[in-house]
């Protein structure tokens, strides 16, 4: 009955309140601000690469955070699950909500960048705690928004990632403890080394872990090159119950469909959530053309893209090697089939171990470092250390505990964080429509 209720309470929550909100917030940001997602896609790719930064971080070790985080594994048994509720149209879902919902990760990079502050290290910190408690002068909003940072970044960014990395080594026969115990040392290392060794790391993984994943996906896509015409009308009569989930009517499964890509979307660019303001705000890197704050958000409009094309992939080498069908496999072991198919490599189901053990990794050590600076707006920066080492000894616990509960906590934590967030991106839409007007629309595209 607890179960029950559990399950109502984050359902009711995502469908009436959570998805609502990021749709018309998203629609409503993207026409105000002219579709910057895709009128300046060119210029956040220009300013992706400045030729030198002072201090801080540059824009591409930036751009590398927010993807080390978005590309968990999430983007990969994520689709999965969502192909198995919503059928294949949940992708052409996850394509409008991700296209539609880019434009509030530029509002949110802008205000984290004009709020932020520097702590006694010297680094920028800023994102939706500074925001909101400095921009709309909410400051129970920005501990409410933080706290709910910590509790996410301990379940959905530590717990579920390393679990999901473990359940094809369980298959596979292998103590998937063992793999928990590496992934917190070098999770240590990398934590505990600060800011720069964390955008050392995943400005050296994510760009070499991303091409990798994206050749395998297009080598199985390629190979079943005949059926990706069928695949493409599958997901589109599916969106539109032309092709009804087995067991459902036509409008039900449409309605599912959109529901299960929505939801899906929503937690893979993680858009309207305000991390990336987090991980863009200690960015210093100059550009000529814009002012740091609305270059910062032009730039972070490029990670939902990539991300689109990384869960599309993922979605087609399912849909074209026909494995989403199999009922008997769930989640990460369902794309791990699919790989094996796919390549016709028995131990494809290695790569695939390798590539979620990277996913995870970069996953964890993005959220902690989110989560490191909510620790630091509630408890000062005394706080960081001892929260540190507490993530690092949660990591392993992933690997041997049944995360059903992880989840649920992990998607209401997820829901309160993005309406939090995008209270205050309505409350201060004016400071970001104004600063568009001013700068964004002057530049002259090449």
């Known amino acids: 009955m607890l179960l029950e209720l559990m399950d109502l309470f984050k359902e009711s929550l995502s469908l009436f309140l959570t998805v609502p909100a990021i749709v018309i917030a998203g629609f409503y940001f993207s026409w105000r601000l002219r579709w910057v997602q895709f009128s300046h896609l060119k210029s956040a790719l220009s300013l992706i690469t400045p030729k030198k930064k002072e201090g801080g971080i540059s824009s591409f070790g930036a751009v590398a955070a927010v993807l080390g985080g978005n590309l968990g594994t999430g983007n990969v048994a994520g689709v999965a699950v969502a192909l198995t509720m919503g059928g294949p149209g949940a992708l052409f879902w996850m394509w409008v909500m991700a296209f539609l919902t880019a434009s509030l990760k530029f509002a949110e990079c802008f205000l984290g960048v004009s709020y932020r502050t520097k702590n006694s290290k010297g680094e920028y910190v800023g994102g939706p705690m500074y925001y909101l408690a400095q921009g709309i002068n909410k400051p129970f909003i920005a501990k409410a928004f933080a706290l709910f940072t910590i509790f996410a970044a301990l379940t959905g960014g530590t717990l579920v990632q390393v679990n999901s990395m473990s359940l094809p080594l369980k298959e596979a026969g292998y103590n998937p403890l063992i793999m928990g115990g590496v992934m917190a040392v070098i999770v240590a290392a990398t934590v505990l080394g600060g800011m720069k060794r964390f955008v050392l790391v995943v400005t050296s993984i994510v760009p070499v872990m991303a091409v990798a994943y994206i050749g395998a996906c297009l080598y199985v896509i390629v190979s079943h090159a005949s059926q990706v015409p069928d695949a493409f009308g599958l997901i589109v009569r599916s969106a539109f119950g032309l092709e009804p989930v087995v067991g459902g ?10 529901r299960t890509g929505f939801d899906r979307a929503l937690f893979a660019t993680e858009s309207g959530l305000g991390l990336a303001s987090i991980l863009h705000a200690p960015v210093t890197s100059p550009t000529r053309e814009f002012p740091n704050p609305i270059a910062q958000g032009i730039i972070s409009i490029f990670s939902p893209m990539i991300v689109v094309v990384v869960t599309s992939l993922t979605g087609l080498v399912l849909l074209v090697t026909n494995v989403w069908q199999d009922t008997n496999l769930l989640s990460t072991n369902q794309c791990t089939e699919a790989f094996c198919v796919g390549l016709n490599w028995g131990d494809a189901s290695y790569f695939l171990m390798t590539t979620l053990f990277f996913f995870a990794f970069t996953t964890t050590i993005a959220w902690a470092f989110c989560a490191d600076r909510a620790v630091e707006f509630l408890f000062g920066e005394k706080g960081v250390r001892p929260f540190q080492w507490l993530l690092i000894a949660v990591v392993p616990f992933g690997a041997i505990l049944s995360v059903s509960f992880v989840w649920w906590l992990m998607d209401v934590c997820l829901n ?11 409350m201060m839409r004016t400071q970001i429509l104004e600063a568009a007007r001013a ?7 090449k």
């Open 249 to 258: 009517f036509a409008g039900c499964a449409a309605f599912q469909a959109m």
């Open 416 to 426: 309160i964080m993005l309406l939090l967030n995008l209270v205050g991106l309505f």
């Open 439 to 445: 700068s964004l629309w002057t530049f002259k595209k």
